[in-house]
């Protein structure tokens, strides 16, 4: 397709797996993939393949005896070399023109739309996604493609500047550098394949160094790079702990930014360490760190409480609670509270938990063992912290299943205050603190009682508390009578505010400029 013609974005649109077509299309691609697992991968440092023998094996949330893929940990050594590699390819890839590297990213697009089902077993498989989670993941990966070649189109062509008599102005967007980019596990294709493509179609090299819970997933975005005709060079996929090689990436002197989305306390390490000037450093490198959350949704007296309910399970529950955008604090006002509670607690005993695969299954397992025990470490400081009344030992709650699967029941903890952890501290899993506010004015201030900033949304029927919302409720997306997860490229751009990072606002038309640098020239005419 020629770039001058290339349609208006539009999202990717989902498969419903309702239709028995798709549901057969899914069980193909759950086999494709299953006779893939224990498959090994390489490093890929420089367009070589690399292997360590240091083993990183990733398993299935859901039934951890399967091994889904064998990677090679990465040394710090192997760290060093990587960015010396990506720095020695800098000049040529910063020098491929920019309409190139569009449609090189293009056709990772189609070829990510062609292998979309196969991507999506992957995360169920990997990740514990269910199907609808994970096929919104990997759209969300195409949007990115698709919204960031087309800005890059953009921002390669002339740029607003004053003129002067005598002069001819431009300014232009040149690239930085070297890029870290290191995703979480929680959207192992839309913020992996985000993050990485903005960095390569800006022109800069990528070191990509995947979560060590989902690296099969990164592992076959690198084969869908190279399939499009990525130049060996340009990208490096570097599997490994972040521990082990997270500070040689970010502290080597040649690394000229870091795009990191994961955890509060690990954004805040490389952040200083980043900041630390290295002999032979010629630049101050540039940090884009997208963190945690703790999201509320409050529900104001004149709500539509079973819209109100909808969106509080959704947004508390889908994917189990593991999304940054996730609700774990419903703000809900004293006339309602009561009625809201009961139509809460009778809603989440419906939810189903299992394994991802099963179509049945709302909720799958959380992604690993630390993680589930964390999570149960937080549902026993909630029963001190509160009443439970769904999830964890509740009466009448649905046992978990079992079968080994990192499994937990969604949880509902009531009258909690706000000086209480599981008020206060990212939990990351099914864990939904309810809390009674006693009137709109006192939801807002409890709403923005949090180091975080992330996502937040108001249920209310009175455009004025919509509108005092709007001006005060301090988040970087905040919504209005739905969810407050389900960010959609170009429409959402996403990013939080205070500990939830640097409000990057990835699929905004800001994002890109954040991988760039603008150059001023101006020439003497006559
Ligand atoms: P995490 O533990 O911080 O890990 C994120 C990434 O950092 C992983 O690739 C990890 O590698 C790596 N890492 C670990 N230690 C490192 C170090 N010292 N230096 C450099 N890299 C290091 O976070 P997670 O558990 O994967 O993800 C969940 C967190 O991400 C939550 O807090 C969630 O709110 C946040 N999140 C935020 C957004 C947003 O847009 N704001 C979106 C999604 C998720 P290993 O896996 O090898 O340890």
Known sequence: MALATLPEFRNEPYADFSQPAVRQAAAGALRQVRSEFGREYLLRIGGEWI????????????????????????????????????????????????AERVRLLLEAARILRARKMEFDAWLVLEAGKSWPEAEADVSEGIDFCEYYAR???????????????????????????????IPPWNFPAAILIGMAVASLVAGNTAIVK???????????????????????????????????????????PKTRFISFTGSRDVGLRINELAARHRPGQIWIKR???????????????????????????????????????????AIVDAQVYDPFLEKLAAKTKNIKVGASEDFGNYMGPVISETARKTILGYIETGKREGRLIAGGEAAGGEAPPSGGGYFIPPTIVADVEPCARIFQEEIFGPVLAVTKARDFEH?????????????GAVFSNDA???????????????????????????????????????????????????????????????
Not at 467 to 481: I, K
Not at 491 to 519: C, E
């Open 464 to 526: 004025d508390h919509l509108r005092q919302a709007q001006e005060r409720f301090h988040v970087g997306n905040l919504y209005f009578n739905r969810k407050c997860t389900g960010a959609m490229v170009g429409a959402h751009p996403f990013g939080g505010f205070n500990m939830s990072g640097t409000d990057s606002k990835a699929g905004g038309p800001d994002y890109l400029l954040l991988f760039l640098q603008a150059k001023s020239v101006a020439a003497k005419v006559g």
């Open 151 to 181: 800005e890059m189109l953009r921002l390669a062509g002339p740029q607003r500047v004053h003129q002067l008599p005598g002069e001819h102005d431009e300014m232009i967007y040149i690239p930085l550098g070297v890029g870290v980019v």
């Open 51 to 98: 292997a360590t023998g240091d083993p990183l094996v990733s398993v299935n949330p859901s039934n951890p005896r399967e091994a889904v893929g064998i990677h090679h940990r990465a040394t710090p050594e192997l760290a060093n070399h990587a960015v010396e590699a990506a720095h020695a390819y800098f000049p040529q890839w910063s020098r491929t023109p920019a």
């Open 443 to 455: 939801a807002l201030g409890l709403a923005n009682d949090s180091q975080y900033g992330l996502t």
């Open 210 to 252: 995947p979560s060590s819970e989902t690296p099969t997933i990164a592992a076959k975005f690198a084969e869908v790079l190279l399939e499009a005709g990525f130049p060996e060079g340009c990208f490096t996929l570097l599997t490994g702990s972040g521990s082990t090689v997270g500070d040689v990436l970010v502290e080597h």
């Open 287 to 329: 940090v884009i760190a997208e963190m945690g959350g703790k999201d509320a949704i409050v529900v104001d007296a004149d709500a539509d409480l079973d819209k109100a309910v909808d969106g509080v399970l959704a947004s508390a529950f889908g994917y189990q609670g593991q999304k940054c955008s996730a609700c774990s604090r």
